[in-house]
């Protein structure tokens, strides 16, 4: 009959391969051109999957840090590492919206995939204000998105992100141009919905949601220098989130 190998000839198994983070911040900082720096002295993996949230008060470089990571600001000192291959996705404060169909500005040259599209469509609750415009997405979203509102502009940026399918997606205060409500559906559907298997940077004055299991760490950016952590840890050291203006 078949013989049994001893039990002590199985193979051992191979380490689990080191997850190297996607993006990786080392001593950087970033400043606008001609300007002063705004974040330093930053040093930050960021890994595949994480929810990643910056605060701070106004001022405080939330939108310089994410520019940084985006690939958008090169480091004025330091160094930001992206892991070969990785696809970034960055939606700005100030959406950038091209003079063509919703739709057109959503696939952005990709293939239109119907499911996939009204997918993305629904998860950035823009299906109620395709409904409501006569042409629908065929609506020309006129001169830099004239014809829009702050808030279908930067959900029509976030669709963008989402259709992409990017692998990071840097997203810069994407919950504030929109009621509570929608911010919740955002929440909900975006970040935690279509965008829950990719890494997600987000910037945001929204602190109620910083609490939320889902977020991995905060990076909170005040004048002495930015402290990162989970919300339990940041709590315990004294940041107190209600003050952040």
Known sequence: ?????????????????????????????????????VVQGLS????????????????????????????ALPPCAGTCLLQEGVRR????QRPWLQHLSIQRNILFGMRFQEARYRATVQA???D????????????????QGVQLSGGQQQRIALARAVYSDADVHLLDDVLSAVDAHTGA????????????????????????????PE??????????????????????QGVNFGSLQ
Do not use: M, N
């Open 124 to 126: 950035c609750a823009l």
């Open 1 to 37: 009959g078949p013989t049994t190998a001893p039990a002590h000839s199985s193979p051992i198994p191979a380490p689990a391969p080191a997850i190297r983070p996607l993006v990786e911040l080392h001593s950087a900082a970033f400043a606008w051109p001609g300007g002063l720096p």
């Open 185 to 212: 559906h955002l929440w909900q559907h975006v970040l935690c919905g279509a965008l829950r298997t990719k890494t997600r940077i987000l910037c945001t004055h929204q602190v109620q949601y910083l609490s939320r």
């Open 44 to 71: 930050l993996p960021v890994d595949e999957g994480d929810l990643l949230v910056i605060v701070g008060d106004t001022g405080a470089g939330k939108s310089t840090l994410l520019a940084g990571l985006a690939g």
């Open 215 to 236: 977020v991995t760490r905060i990076v909170v950016l005040r004048g002495e220098g930015p402290v990162i952590g989970t919300y339990q840890e940041l709590v315990q």
């Open 89 to 92: 996705a960055y939606v700005p």
């Open 128 to 143: 109620a204000d395709l409904r409501a415009l006569a042409a629908g997405d065929a609506t020309c979203a006129g001169e």
